[in-house]
């Protein structure tokens, strides 16, 4: 079984975070469980719907170094991971490190800075690490890269390639509140908790703790065929030109461990697999021309993967 003491401390993180994030259980649910699985987070949505409170109420929730970058059509990728600068006095080359150096990375609105700056991330967010002059420099542990984006039909952005969109765990999107939740929002403005106000519910070292305990869940090969039943039938479908890769296979069941774990289980069950296959799997796919209208890919390919799920037998 895991080690489940660490359980009530994930639900406290949860609670922390939702007296800011107000009306939106689910997707602060989603965050801290792709906290947990050791991955990284796409927030997309219209602008004003709380994607960057989410993101920095995420990291001030539990004990952590946290770093914001505001990504702009003129930064440098060199203002990400940093730069080696001569020094005099010593007539060496020093490393002054980035904002990349932190447990979590805040890139607020990814997609309206150039290809060249995104990729910058790209070693950071699979490895671990950054490499400058030939040197490797290790990220701090944990490592969790937070980026909101607006929709690519918007002014002045640029689409995330593939490869860097594979790299995160989870999309998920906000949507607005509901009524009486954005009631609340307008009463509570000016006196409800901020995102820097926040007292840490865990420690870096018991989200490492957690993190460790997520790996050791159980997942029967029953389900693990359930997984890959999923993700050949993505990579058959007439309607998708790209399917979900060996990547999305293993984001799939990791989110899934993470997901048994938030829930008290030493076990995965098919519902885990279900729950989290549309935030992990539909931003891997590629909609076919044919099908897909350019302002609506991401609808689309989560109706996609929808159906194949609906047509997918589920183990028993």
Not at 209 to 234: C, F, G, K, P
């Amino acid at each position: 079984m895991v080690e489940s003491e660490l359980n009530p401390k994930v639900r406290r993180l949860v609670q922390t975070i939702e007296t800011v994030v107000r009306g939106k259980p689910d997707t602060v649910k989603l965050a801290v469980i792709c906290l947990l699985a050791e991955g990284h987070l796409l927030i997309e949505d219209v602008p004003g719907v709380g994607k960057t409170t989410l993101a920095h109420s995420l990291a001030r929730a539990f004990d952590c170094s946290f770093r914001r970058i505001q990504f702009t059509s003129d930064l440098l990728p060199s203002d990400i991971i940093g730069i080696s600068l001569f020094r005099q006095d010593t007539q060496v080359f020093e490393f002054r490190r980035g904002p990349v150096f932190a447990n979590v990375v805040l890139a607020d609105e990814i997609n309206r800075t150039t290809p060249k700056t995104q990729s910058a991330l790209l070693e950071a967010m699979s490895e671990g690490r950054v490499s400058v002059d030939n040197q490797t420099h290790p990220l701090p542990r944990p490592f969790m890269v937070v980026a909101t984006q607006n929709p690519i039909e918007h002014h002045g952005t640029y689409p995330l390639p593939e490869s860097q969109l594979d790299r995160f765990l989870m999309r998920i999107r906000m949507g607005y509140p509901l009524a009486d939740a954005e009631r609340e929002i307008l009463r509570r403005h000016d006196h409800g908790a901020r995102p820097d106000q926040l007292v840490p519910a865990m420690s870096t070292d018991e989200v490492l703790e957690a993190q460790s305990a997520v790996t050791r869940v159980r997942v029967e090969e029953s389900l693990l065929d359930y997984i890959l039943a999923i993700v050949e039938a993505s990579r058959r479908s007439e309607f998708l030109l790209v399917g979900a890769s060996p990547r999305g296979a293993l984001a799939l069941r990791r989110a899934a461990q993470a997901l048994a774990y938030y829930e008290g289980r030493g076990y995965c069950i098919p519902d885990d697999v279900k729950h989290l296959a549309l935030p992990v799997l539909a931003h891997r796919v590629i909609v076919s021309a044919k099908y897909s209208s350019p302002h609506k890919r991401g609808e689309e390919a989560e109706k996609i993967v929808e159906d194949i799920l609906e047509n997918t037998e589920v183990p028993l």
